[in-house]
């Protein structure tokens, strides 16, 4: 039941003297979201383009719903769909002569490439658009045509190369709704981003990638539970009073406590173990007299996995999101030692 969508072994590719992708493979069952995760030049992009042939690799090899990316490139394509950081639309058209068009070079008739197009625009709540010119479009409309564009053809796997990277909370989320959409109805999604928290909401697996190669593998859960059993994220009424409030804390898990840039805000990872006397941490600080207006306790968020397995944040542009859900209190940058800063 469970047979691979993609499969990938020792996948290469050099660029000069750049190693882009520096053997990854893959493994993604049919019927699911697989995040290929990871900052700004981690070979992301490469990886797709290989297993959406668009450029060979220079070793390994692939196979996309059983068909050999080297050997088979055109029935791969047949059966894949992609959007990409480069996308295909004309800008010059409107977007529903796009869709007709895209519809048409993939044989419908006339009238069905027009009810496709129509289908396709009110599902992605760019109907009243679909009249105007793409190249008037914002960017999540942008992103949107893109999507549709994609899914004329209803592929069986679809590859999105950072399908939200830009767009506002509002159009993500839209984009979000799109792809689970799609993976209800039987696609397989493999989808890049820099952005933890969208991994986190949308794939069943995730591959965190750096420097061109895998460095770990598994469901968000298990990626989380590799660095420890979570993490208490407090905010202080009286920033003066944080270093106290670390020592109590510090006292009662013996965890590392971590300085977020807000003064008033303070961070502790629950080491293994040590999560039961977490509901201490509260009566505590109150017995101290530090009041405490906000206090959570979550798994640790994948920005602090990536910390874990490369010893650095991800780029720093990774978290630029523009929704705070992505940047925990005390994310990555509550980890560089004070001066660095
Ligand atoms: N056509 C190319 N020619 C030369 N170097 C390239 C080319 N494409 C990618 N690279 C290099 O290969 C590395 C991986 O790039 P890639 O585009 O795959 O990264 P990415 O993970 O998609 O990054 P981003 O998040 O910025 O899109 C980078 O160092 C990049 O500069
Ligand atoms: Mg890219």
Do not use: C
């Not at 520096?22 to 069952?29: N, R, S």
């Not at 407090?234 to 300085?259: F, K, Q, S, T, Y």
């Not at 602090?304 to 859900?325: H, I, M, S």
């Amino acid at each position: 039941m469970h047979q691979l969508a993609v499969e990938a072994e020792g996948l290469v590719k050099h660029f000069k003297e750049t190693r882009a992708v520096d053997g990854v493979d893959l493994a993604i069952p049919q019927g699911s979201v697989y995040g290929i995760l990871g900052p700004n030049g981690a070979g992301k992009t490469t990886t797709v383009r290989m297993l959406a042939t668009l450029i060979r690799p220079d070793a390994g090899t692939a196979r996309v719903l059983g068909h050999d990316i080297r050997t088979d490139p055109d029935a791969v394509r047949t059966s894949v769909g992609l959007t990409g950081q480069y996308a295909s639309v004309d800008e010059d058209l409107t977007g529903a002569e796009n869709l007709t068009l895209l519809a048409r070079l993939y044989g419908f008739s006339r009238n069905a490439a027009r009810q496709r197009s129509a289908e396709l625009l009110a599902a992605f709540t760019l109907a009243d658009a679909g009249g105007k010119q793409v190249k008037t479009y914002s960017g999540g409309m942008r992103r949107r045509i893109d999507l549709a564009a994609s899914l004329v053809m209803s592929p069986q796997v679809l590859f999105l190369d950072e399908p939200t990277t830009g767009l506002d909370p509002r159009s993500r989320n839209q984009v979000w709704d799109i792809v689970r959409l799609l993976v209800a109805e039987g696609a397989t999604v493999l989808l890049t981003t820099q952005y933890l928290e969208e991994a986190d909401q949308l794939a069943d697996r995730i591959a965190v990638i750096d420097h061109g190669r895998v460095i770990a593998e598994g469901t968000a859960t298990e990626l989380k539970a590799s660095v420890g059993s979570g993490t208490i994220h407090l905010r202080l009424a009286d920033a003066a009073r944080r270093e106290e409030a670390a020592a109590v804390v510090g006292r009662l898990l013996g965890g590392e406590v971590v300085r977020p840039r807000d003064p008033s805000a303070l961070t502790v990872r629950v080491p293994d173990g040590a999560g039961d006397r977490t509901v201490h941490v509260l009566p505590a600080l109150q017995d101290a007299g530090i009041v405490v207006p906000e206090f959570s306790l979550g798994q640790p968020s994948l920005d602090e996995v990536f910390l874990a397995l490369t010893g650095e944040p991800p780029a720093d542009d990774a978290a630029q999101d523009g929704d705070e859900r992505a940047v925990p209190a005390g994310r990555a940058a509550s980890s560089i030692p004070e001066e660095e800063r």
